[in-house]
């Protein structure tokens, strides 16, 4: 039997480019992986002074302003979704909790259930909460019902990223080298493999 390919939604908040940068490896990783894919960044909440009083917080706005806004459509539609946040105070950032708070209705009608959910994010540093923002994204996981797809150690590259809740880049050493970048793309790739089997499974 001919299968549909898995709709996969990267749906993402960054304020100065770093969780961009995995959002598209992960859009990469997810197309390479056969899936039909939206990149989809959340709306942006801060205020206009907030934004402007750091260039690259405006420029990145400005770079990513065609990039279209995540909807509850967009998560009805997918089969699986990739959520990615910066690190805030070993949160996720609020533009993104605020996107999730607005799933509610969707939730009531099971529409979030039993779909395969992952997560990536950056920090600063290296200890700044990178996992604990990954966990924490992970408790809204489980009140979703979701399937939760972590990359684990299951590929070299994760050996070399060391993340095994999800990818995670440490911004403070610059953009993504080759080795975050990859850890994204195999992490979405993971999570489509996951969908896939699903469907399959569902369909039989
Ligand atoms: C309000 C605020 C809180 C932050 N909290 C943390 C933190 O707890 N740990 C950390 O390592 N970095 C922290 N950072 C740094 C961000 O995580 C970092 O700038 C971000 O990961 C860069 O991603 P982006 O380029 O996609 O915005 C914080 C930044 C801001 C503005």
């Known amino acids: 039997m001919m299968m549909r390919p898995v709709n996969a939604a990267i749906v993402y908040y960054s304020a100065t480019g770093t969780v961009h940068a995995l959002a598209q490896a992960a859009a990469e990783g997810a197309e390479k992986a056969g899936a039909h894919v939206r990149l989809r960044r959340v709306a ?7 934004i402007n009083a750091n260039p690259a917080w405006a420029q990145h706005l400005r770079d990513t302003a065609d990039i279209a806004a995540a909807t509850l459509d967009d998560l009805a539609w997918a089969d699986a979704v990739l959520f990615g ?28 259930a039993g779909k395969v959910y992952s997560a990536f994010t950056a920090s600063n540093t290296a200890h700044g909460g990178q996992e604990a923002t990954l966990l924490a994204l992970g408790n809204t996981f489980y009140h979703w019902g979701g399937i939760i797809v972590p990359p684990g150690y ?15 880049h440490v911004a403070g ?12 793309r195999y992490q979405a790739r993971r999570v489509v493999d996951t969908a896939a089997t699903l469907m399959a499974g569902r369909a039989a």
């Open 173 to 184: 050493d610059g953009p993504p080298g080759e080795v975050a970048l990859q850890a994204a």
């Open 44 to 50: 942006e909440l801060a205020a206009p002074e907030a």
């Open 154 to 168: 299951t590929d070299p590259v994760q050996f070399q990223s060391g993340n095994p809740y999800g990818t995670s």
């Open 85 to 112: 946040a910066p690190t805030r105070f070993g949160n996720p950032a609020s533009q993104l909790r605020a996107f999730i708070d607005t799933t509610g209705p969707l939730w009531a009608q099971g529409g979030l």
